[in-house]
C-alpha cells in the first residue's frame, strides 16, 4: 500500500488527548503551525474533564465547580478557535485522579472496557483519515489514570483502524502511516529553562517541579523536534481559554517567553509507529509523507470538502 499522500490532498493530524486543555499544554504550538501550513488538525478529547479541579485560584467561585462540565466545554471550544483546530469529544467520563487506595468511579473512562472505548476512536480515525496521529506515551506523560488510558486506546484504534476485520460496523479501514508521543514538559526541559532564566539573573520558579523528578528519571529520546517557537503566544492564548485550569500568574504562565523562544524553540515527540520509510532525527511530523504538491502543509490546503 503506498501511504504517501495523494498530490493535492490536504495532509491531516489527529491529536488524541486525555481532558479539554492537554491540547493546550501538550503540542499546541506544534498544532498551530500546522493548521497556518494548511494542515487539516482534529484534536480528540476522550473525556469531558468532569471530574477535574479548579486550579486556577480567580475561578474558585461559587457556581463553578458545580458547572464545571459545561464550563470545560465552553473552554474548549474557545480554545479550539484560538488554535483554529477542529475539536470532537469521545464522549467518555473524566475518572479523576483518585487518592492511593481510592477506587476509580465505576461511570468513567479509565474502567471503560478497552475494546469499547477504541471501537469509538477508530470510527473517527476512519471518518477523518489522519496521516498523522499524536498521543502520550506508556507513562500517559503524568500518572494519571485517563492519560495512560488515552495512550493504550489510541495505540490499540492505529493498529485497528486499517484492519477490516476489526470493528467492521465503524467505517471504511484506514491507515494513518505515523504514530508519534509527546515529549512535552520533560526533565531536560525544565533544567534547560531553569538553567538558562538563573544564567540571567532571571527568576525561575522551576526549582519545585526539577525536584518532584527522581534522579534516575530517564532521559528522553525525541526522534522529532518541531520548531514551532512563533506559535507559542498562540498556545499561551490557548492555554489561557481553560480559564477553570490555568492560573494566568502561576506555574506554566510564569517563565519568560523570549527565553523559552531562545533556548527551546521546539516541542518535541518520539516516533512510536511508522509505515513509511524516515530518516531520524526529523523536524517534521509529516516526514516522508509529503509529495511536495501545493496544499499538503507548505502552503494553503484546499478547502475541505469531507464536513468537518
Ligand atoms: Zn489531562
Request: proline fraction near 8%; glycine fraction near 10%.
Amino acid at each position: 500500500m503506498n501511504l504517501r499522500v495523494t498530490p493535492g490532498e490536504p495532509l491531516r493530524l489527529m491529536s488524541v488527548h486525555a481532558h479539554p486543555d492537554d491540547e493546550s499544554s501538550k503540542g499546541a504550538a506544534t498544532l498551530a503551525k500546522y493548521v497556518a501550513e494548511g494542515v487539516d488538525v482534529l484534536v480528540v478529547t476522550c473525556t469531558g474533564g468532569e471530574r477535574g479541579d479548579v486550579l486556577n485560584p480567580a475561578m474558585d467561585r461559587p457556581g463553578v465547580r458545580e458547572n464545571l462540565a459545561g464550563i470545560r466545554r465552553a473552554e474548549m471550544a474557545a480554545a479550539r478557535e484560538i488554535l483554529g483546530v477542529r475539536q470532537r469529544f469521545l464522549g467518555f467520563t473524566d475518572s479523576g485522579l483518585p487518592a492511593a487506595g481510592e477506587p476509580l468511579p465505576e461511570d468513567c473512562f479509565a474502567v471503560t472496557p478497552q475494546e469499547e472505548a477504541a471501537g469509538r476512536l477508530v470510527a473517527l480515525i476512519r471518518e477523518f483519515r489522519p496521516h498523522v496521529v499524536v498521543t502520550y506515551d506508556e507513562t500517559g506523560g503524568y500518572p494519571h489514570p485517563d492519560h495512560v488510558r488515552t495512550h493504550q486506546v489510541t495505540v490499540a484504534a492505529f493498529e485497528a483502524a486499517g484492519d477490516p476485520g476489526r470493528f467492521p460496523g465503524a467505517g471504511e479501514p484506514w491507515r494513518p502511516a505515523k504514530l508519534y508521543y509527546h515529549g512535552a514538559l520533560s526533565k531536560a526541559w525544565f533544567r534547560t529553562m531553569h538553567d538558562a532564566l538563573t544564567a540571567r539573573g532571571l527568576d525561575s520558579a522551576m526549582h519545585a517541579v526539577l525536584a518532584e523528578f527522581p534522579d534516575d528519571a530517564p532521559e528522553p529520546e525525541f526522534t522529532t523536534r518541531v520548531p514551532c517557537a512563533e506559535y507559542f503566544a498562540v498556545r499561551d492564548r490557548a492555554l489561557l481559554a481553560h480559564a477553570t485550569q490555568i492560573d494566568p500568574d502561576g506555574g506554566f504562565m510564569l517563565h519568560d517567553r523570549d527565553v523559552e523562544r531562545e533556548v527551546w524553540p521546539t516541542e518535541d515527540y518520539r516516533l512510536a509507529r511508522s509505515r513509511v520509510e524516515v530518516v531520524l532525527p526529523e523536524d517534521d511530523l509529516f516526514a516522508g509523507l509529503r509529495t511536495c504538491e501545493p496544499g499538503q502543509g507548505r502552503g494553503p490546503a484546499p478547502a475541505s470538502t469531507t464536513g468537518w
